[in-house]
């Protein structure tokens, strides 16, 4: 993140071709060679799942209040709330903490997160639901055939795999690196509303992941899952979508920009915590 940040200081990059790719072909290709493995057994984290789910939900329905206080719209503030950096920020801290085991629980983790951000955090932004694009979207497709393949026991050559493989590896990096070109963009005059998300998006998700864990059976890698996965800032994704339906884009970067900034201070006391 630091060299990203640096970088992007010095020369400005247009970082537009490296996120579409990212999300087009390295990201699937990680999906898909994560969910197809082996070693990967879904019905393992199907708590995990539910936890998940939990938190989503769980986040908006506390972050709902803060709108009425602040006079905040809740369409552009909940799904910032909800959906939150389990992608550019959560797999990289996920293989730092967890090794191989907490990349395999964090894909699933951003599956279902995604599943419900391209539809009820679509629908939130913009008041329409585009399943289209939802069944067309290459992560849902590489999802779709990975649990095929997993499932059915069919075996896929090596030669196949190990090119999806490398594809894969691409992810954390470029996903760390792309973070820190976007903390170039922190607008400080919207300071303010950007600490009003770094305060309340962990805290919203914090809140019903620990409540949970006292009615469902999680291992402690889990555990420590869900509550790093809770704690993360608001998702990238939601400035995309704000920007598409023109629902306050400004306010919106500046709920994702300081909120992934201040997040180094959350995501190491939480980190630390864990450890």
């Not at 197809?36 to 939990?54: H, K, V, Y």
């Not at 997040?263 to 630390?272: A, D, E, K, N, Y």
Request: hydrophobic share 55%; glycine share 10%; charged share 10%.
């Amino acid at each position: 993140m630091l060299v990203g940040y640096i970088y992007g200081r010095i020369c400005r990059p247009d970082l537009k071709s490296v996120n579409q790719a990212t999300l087009y072909v390295f990201l699937p290709a990680l999906v898909f060679d994560v969910l197809s493995g082996e070693n990967f057994r879904i019905l393992d984290f199907r708590w995990l799942a539910l936890g998940t789910l939990i938190v989503v939900f769980g986040s908006g329905i506390i972050a709902w209040p803060v709108t009425w206080i602040k006079r905040i719209h809740w369409r552009s503030f909940l799904p910032c709330m909800m959906f939150n950096n389990c992608g550019n920020l959560g797999l990289p801290l996920a293989a730092l903490a967890f090794g191989d085991t907490g990349i395999q629980a964090m894909v699933l983790m951003f599956l279902v997160s995604n599943l419900f951000h391209f539809t009820l955090g679509v629908w939130i932004f913009g008041g329409v639901v585009s399943f289209s694009g939802l069944l067309l979207s290459p992560v849902n497709i590489a999802t779709i055939a990975g649990l095929v393949v997993n499932l059915s026991g069919f075996s896929v050559p090596q030669m196949v795999l190990e090119p999806i493989g490398l594809l894969g590896q691409i992810v954390i990096p470029i996903m760390l690196f792309a973070l820190g070109v976007r903390m170039v963009d922190v607008n400080f005059s919207q300071l303010g509303d950007g600490l009003i998300a770094a305060v309340v998006c962990p805290f919203s998700g914090l809140v019903p992941a620990i409540t949970i864990l006292y009615f469902i059976p999680l291992d402690p890698l889990q555990t420590g899952m869900l509550i790093l996965f809770a704690g993360l800032p608001p998702a990238a994704l939601n400035f995309l979508i704000a920007e598409q339906y023109n629902r306050d884009p400004a306010q919106v970067a500046a709920y994702v920009l300081v909120g992934n900034a201040m997040s180094v201070f959350v995501m190491t006391g939480l980190l630390w915590y864990l450890f």
